[in-house]
């Protein structure tokens, strides 16, 4: 494609805000462990400036900031500071690297909102300003809801900030009400004035379209937060401008191969399910079920996707459905070491398309399944589970599982958040072979990943029934189950159980192994 220059930088720093202003989210508390997981991951995928909180909201946040300052990482960690002299103290006594200086830009949070005026918010910001950089911290100074100031004060205000010996300013598009013409605008005569960071949220969909504006119009630093979390519509979605900036542009931002490890990352710590549809993580960005969409990626992984998965360290999916056509099919087969002639196909094919017009999810082990049956072999389990009990009162819910593990029995227990945390424990306590009872404890054990987990459908009534998915994984090979019941737990366990089940199948068949033998690490 014909690219038309963004921007004169090779690279342009991201600042991510995630453990600031993604924690506003609502529903969002992350702990000060989660807080130092999410930084290391930021940082290793080479993340510029990591804003670790808001040392002003309270004692346990400065903590979680300190845990942050003090795991020597190579970005530059921050505190969110308001225009107080208060709020430099508490960044300061966290031993952060620098301060976000946020002071009020536009008439209504100068007026309303602090009940100031423009001239005093001008000298407050110089003498704070003044008192960060005698402290030894980084400043970047910010006029919240820049986008709707007047241009004339803004440009006064940010520029006595960078008099008063700021590092940066920072265009704040707070509501995320500006379109990207506005955001040129203001950007540019910013720019003029200093370095220009750009502070953007989704409310009208302009998130990424408003980064590009100000790129182009002078900016060289970028807010995000990993996910798009953050209050309302979000903030701008940092794995979004990373892979755009680098696809479009040529220009560098991080390590892309890290990006999904990150969106991973953060998805757990913050309880933010991956939208489906969302580009870079989502689980449909490199997936493909249409035939002749399959079909095409399958002979050049270019004709249906805009970089290779593995730009930001994926892999293709190829998902089965109504949709699906002999190619799909074969391929999804052959990932699974199954061959098959070409009536077999034809048949495994026809099998597919019909579960698939009844509205379910054709997962690996329905295809699998569908495969064993069209060939006429019968399966032989390799784990199976014989029972399962699980207790979620008092204060540490627990559950007990009994595998039947080739010729041996186990039996474990575990506990765990909730019943199906315990129960999921429970069955790799039982399959580890150092958990169990009796004789078997000294089995081998049987390791796996478990990727993802999610409940795809309830119906309705008290008497409603959940449908649990899981991707697990074990070595190079991966499935995905899903599994129905009115009991979540027992679901969750039967989904893993059969997942592992038809790995350990897949892992007999490629080895040589008898019927009913459990792999070795």
């Given amino acids: 494609m014909t690219r038309t220059p963004l921007t004169d930088l090779d690279e342009v720093q991201l600042l991510d ?8 989210m609502p529903g969002v508390s992350l702990s000060p462990g989660e807080k130092v997981e999410v930084a290391r991951e930021l940082d290793a995928a080479g993340v510029h400036l990591i804003e670790a909180g808001s040392a002003c909201t309270s004692a346990g946040e400065r903590e979680a900031i300190r845990r942050v300052a003090a795991e020597g990482l190579s970005a530059t960690v921050t505190s969110f500071a308001r225009g107080v002299k208060a709020d430099v103290d508490h960044a300061l006594d966290c031993g952060v690297d620098g301060v976000n200086l946020v002071v009020p830009a536009s008439d209504k949070h100068v007026e309303t909102k602090v009940g100031s005026t423009r001239d005093e918010v001008v000298g407050t910001t110089v003498e704070l300003v003044e008192y960060a950089k005698e402290h030894g911290l980084w400043v970047e100074v910010l006029g919240e809801d820049g986008s709707r100031a ?12 960078l008099d008063a010996g700021a590092d940066r300013i920072c265009y704040c598009d707070t509501v995320g009400a500006a379109d990207p013409e506005r955001t040129a605008e203001v950007v540019s005569r910013l720019a003029d004035l200093g370095p220009t960071s750009l502070h953007t949220h989704d409310d009208l969909g302009f998130g990424v379209a408003n980064v590009h504006a100000g790129l182009k119009a002078g900016a060289d630093t970028v807010h995000g937060t990993v996910l798009g979390v953050g209050e309302r519509a979000g903030n701008v979605a940092l794995e979004e401008v990373a892979v755009a900036l680098a ?45 002749i969409h399959t079909d095409g990626t399958l002979k050049d992984g270019t004709m249906y996707e805009p970089y290779p998965p593995e730009t930001v360290g994926r892999e293709r999916r190829l998902v089965l459905g109504k949709h699906a056509g002999r190619a799909g099919v074969k391929a999804a087969l052959a990932e699974h070491d199954v061959a098959v002639d070409e009536d077999e196909l034809r048949d495994v094919v026809a099998r597919v398309k019909e579960l698939g017009e009844r509205g379910k999810r054709v997962t690996d082990a329905d295809l699998l399944a569908i495969a064993d049956d069209v060939r006429g072999r019968e399966r032989e389990r390799h784990v199976e589970l014989v029972d399962l009990s699980a207790t979620s009162g008092g204060n540490l819910p627990t559950a007990s599982v009994r595998l039947r593990v080739g010729d041996d029995e186990r039996v474990a227990s575990g506990t765990g958040a909730g019943p199906v945390d315990a129960g999921l424990e429970a069955v790799r306590t039982a399959l580890s072979g150092d958990g169990g009872s009796g004789d078997d404890s000294t ?6 990943e478990l990727d993802s987990y999610h ?16 991707d697990l994984s074990r070595g190079d090979r991966s499935v995905s189950v899903s599994a129905s019941d009115a009991d979540i737990t027992r679901a969750s366990v039967v989904g893993m159980v059969d997942g592992l089940d038809r790995l350990l199948a897949a892992e007999a068949d490629a080895d040589g192994a008898e019927p009913g033998a459990v792999a070795d690490d």
Avoid: M, W
Wanted: proline content about 2%.
């Fill in 17 to 24: 805000t995630t453990l600031r202003d993604g924690e506003q």
């Fill in 247 to 291: 696809r479009s542009y040529d220009v560098d931002t991080v390590e892309l191969e890290r990006l999904y490890r990150l969106c991973r990352t953060v998805s757990e710590a913050t309880g933010v399910a991956l939208p489906p549809n969302k580009a870079v993580c989502g689980a449909n960005a490199f997936a493909h079920e249409s035939g």
């Fill in 443 to 448: 089995a081998d054990g049987v390791a796996f």
């Fill in 150 to 161: 007047d241009l004339d004060y803004l440009e006064r205000l940010l520029g006595a900030g």
């Fill in 455 to 470: 409940v795809d459908a309830i119906t309705g009534g008290t008497d409603a029934v959940v449908t649990v998915e899981v």
